[in-house]
C-alpha cells in the first residue's frame, strides 16, 4: 500500500501525534496502515493509520481518530467538528491531557 492512499487529515494528524510523542520523550514505536471492511461501518473498504507509543494506540481514519491509553479511550467522529481541523485540535488537546495526567501519576507513584 502506497502512502498516497492516506487522507490529508491522516497524514496531518501523523504528523501532530508523532511531533507531540517526540516531545514527550515517548517515540511512535510502531507505524501501520490497515486496509479493510470495518463492520458496521462502512461496506467499502477503509484505511487507517494505527500508531503505537508504548501503551498509547492511536487509529487514524479517513476523517476520524480514536486512541486509546491503557483501559482509557477516546473516539473523535467528523459529525461532531466543524471540520478535521477542528476534530485533530479537539483530539490532541485530550490526548495531551491524558498523557499529562499519566505522567503526573507515575512521578507521585515513584516518590
Same mark, same amino acid.
Given at each position: 500500500?502506497?502512502?498516497?492512499? $492516506?487522507? @490529508?487529515?491522516?497524514? =496531518?494528524?501523523?504528523?501532530?501525534?508523532? *511531533?507531540?510523542?517526540? +516531545? %514527550?520523550?515517548?517515540?511512535?514505536?510502531?507505524?501501520?496502515?490497515?486496509?479493510?471492511?470495518?463492520?458496521?461501518?462502512?461496506?467499502?473498504p477503509?484505511?487507517?493509520?494505527?500508531?503505537?507509543?508504548?501503551?498509547?494506540?492511536?487509529? $487514524?481514519? @479517513?476523517?476520524?481518530? =480514536?486512541?486509546?491509553i491503557?483501559?482509557? *479511550?477516546?473516539?473523535? +467522529? %467528523?459529525?461532531?467538528?466543524?471540520?478535521?481541523?477542528?476534530?485533530?485540535?479537539?483530539?490532541?488537546?485530550k490526548?495531551?491531557?491524558?498523557?499529562?495526567?499519566?505522567?503526573?501519576?507515575?512521578?507521585?507513584?515513584?516518590?
Amino acid at each position: 500500500m502506497s502512502e498516497t492512499d $492516506l487522507t @490529508d487529515f491522516q497524514e =496531518s494528524a501523523e504528523r501532530a501525534v508523532s *511531533s507531540f510523542l517526540q +516531545e %514527550r520523550q515517548r517515540p511512535v514505536e510502531r507505524r501501520e496502515i490497515l486496509r479493510g471492511t470495518i463492520p458496521f461501518y462502512s461496506r467499502d473498504p477503509q484505511t487507517a493509520l494505527r500508531l503505537t507509543s508504548g501503551d498509547l494506540q492511536v487509529l $487514524l481514519f @479517513d476523517d476520524e481518530a =480514536s486512541y486509546s491509553i491503557g483501559d482509557r *479511550s477516546s473516539s473523535f +467522529e %467528523r459529525e461532531d467538528f466543524n471540520s478535521t481541523n477542528d476534530l485533530l485540535a479537539a483530539m490532541m488537546n485530550k490526548l495531551r491531557s491524558e498523557i499529562s495526567a499519566a505522567s503526573r501519576s507515575k512521578d507521585r507513584k515513584s516518590k
